[in-house]
């Protein structure tokens, strides 16, 4: 996923036209149940790897509601997949290539950022 919106979101949606790979829907959109804020998709977030911050955080009016998690990557395939079995992320299953996780189709990720940042849901910041 690479980046995850908290529950200090605001739900003002700024953050869902400004993402270029359409990962980020609204609360009530979310394929979680009883979504309470902003989601993002993990197997469709890319970081926004072409640019110095990513357009979420960019438009983003909220300190700290976007944090970074782990990359996409094989792996952290069983973190990815273990999240979809208890509900924390729905990574969409395709008709026929199946779950989408990040074996399946990983995304490109910011390499600079530590796995400790990453492990702590460190916020984004410029």
């Excluded at 995850?4 to 953050?15: F, G, H, P, R």
């Excluded at 270029?20 to 609204?26: E, G, L």
Aim: hydrophobic letters at 35%; aromatic letters at 8%; charged letters at 25%.
């Amino acid at each position: 996923m690479a980046v995850m919106i908290t529950d200090l979101c605001i739900n003002c949606n700024t953050c869902i036209d400004e993402c270029p790979a359409t990962a980020i829907v609204s609360a009530d959109e979310s394929p979680l149940a009883d979504a309470e804020f902003t989601y993002v998709k993990p197997e469709k977030c890319i970081e926004c790897v072409d640019g110095s911050v990513p357009k979420c955080f960019d438009a983003c009016p909220t300190e700290g509601a976007i944090v970074w998690d782990m990359p996409y990557t094989p792996e952290f395939n069983a973190y990815y997949v273990s999240g979809h079995e208890n509900g924390t992320y729905l990574i969409r299953e395709h008709k026929k290539k199946g779950l989408l996780s990040p074996e399946a189709q990983p995304r490109p990720y910011r390499e600079t950022i530590s796995l400790e940042e990453r492990k702590s849901h460190a916020p984004l910041a410029f």
